[in-house]
């Protein structure tokens, strides 16, 4: 190989890897939180009766399983 090769090959990587460096910080910078201009904190489109719903059904278990001595796990095999 040309010495003349070597560099164009050596510009050509170091071209992709500042390439792909910049694509890849633009993908997991994070985004900044938008601020409300009244100044108050924005409400999620979740209620609070659909919030405990979901966190009590998450919480609860299955009410059929007994689990008086500790959790019931079944065997994988």
């Not at 090959?9 to 601020?35: C, D």
């Not at 979740?46 to 919480?59: A, G, I, K, L, P």
Request: proline share 6%; aromatic share 6%.
């Amino acid at each position: 190989m040309s010495p003349r090769q070597v560099i164009i090959v050596a510009l050509v990587g170091i071209g992709s890897a500042a390439g792909a460096s910049v694509i890849t910080w633009l993908v997991v910078q994070p985004q900044a939180a938008p601020v409300s201009a009244s100044g108050t904190a924005t409400r999620n489109s979740y209620s609070d009766e659909e919030q405990r719903r979901h966190r009590e059904e998450f919480f609860s278990g299955n009410p059929d399983r007994g689990i008086r001595g500790g959790q019931e796990m079944k065997p994988r095999w």
